[in-house]
């Protein structure tokens, strides 16, 4: 059995002293954040896909079959700086989504997957033990408590 090592924030960023272990955890979440992000995107890139537009096809099989607004998609998205306009452009010209304007408001436009992007998901979920592993260093009780702790700090009391 292969051990990995772990290495420290300190050793990762070389950088030994910090203002106070609130600063240390600020830097320590969003290396952390783009280490996954990185790793994430070499599993997305087989497909060739970014994780925002893998965000998008998610967001839309979760609504399938209805179709759904690019406002709806936006509320949705991890990321809320991503242009989703832009993006549901490039997953369109890929065949992965289709655009319609909606039926029922002429200003609006309705965004669905097709099957195509339904069958790149699908492919997708084979791989999700590996997007799982991105984790792997911490048994399931700390990623609940992780998980507690992230939403405390999005939502303090």
Not at 57 to 67: C, D, S, T, V
Not at 75 to 100: F, P, Q, W
Not at 125 to 137: H, K, P, Y
Request: charged residues 30%; positive net charge.
């Amino acid at each position: 059995m292969q051990q990995t090592v772990s290495m420290s924030l300190e050793e990762d960023i070389r950088q030994t002293t910090f203002r106070n272990e609130h600063q240390k955890g600020m830097i320590n979440m969003i290396y952390t954040c783009n280490w996954i992000m990185e790793r994430q995107k070499k599993i997305l890139g087989r497909e060739k896909i970014t994780p925002q537009q893998f965000n998008i096809l998610r967001i839309l099989r979760g609504a399938y079959p209805k179709p759904i607004s690019t406002m709806q998609i936006r509320e949705r998205m991890l990321d809320k700086m991503s242009d989703t306009s832009r993006i549901v452009d490039r997953l369109t010209v890929k065949g992965l989504a289709n655009k319609k304007t909606c039926l029922t408001d002429k200003r609006l436009v309705d965004i669905a997957i097709t099957p195509r992007g339904m069958a790149m998901l699908e492919r997708l979920d084979r791989r999700n033990e590996e997007m799982d592993a991105l984790l792997r260093a911490l048994p399931e009780p700390e990623v609940k408590m992780l998980n507690q702790l992230l939403d405390k700090i999005r939502k303090p009391e």
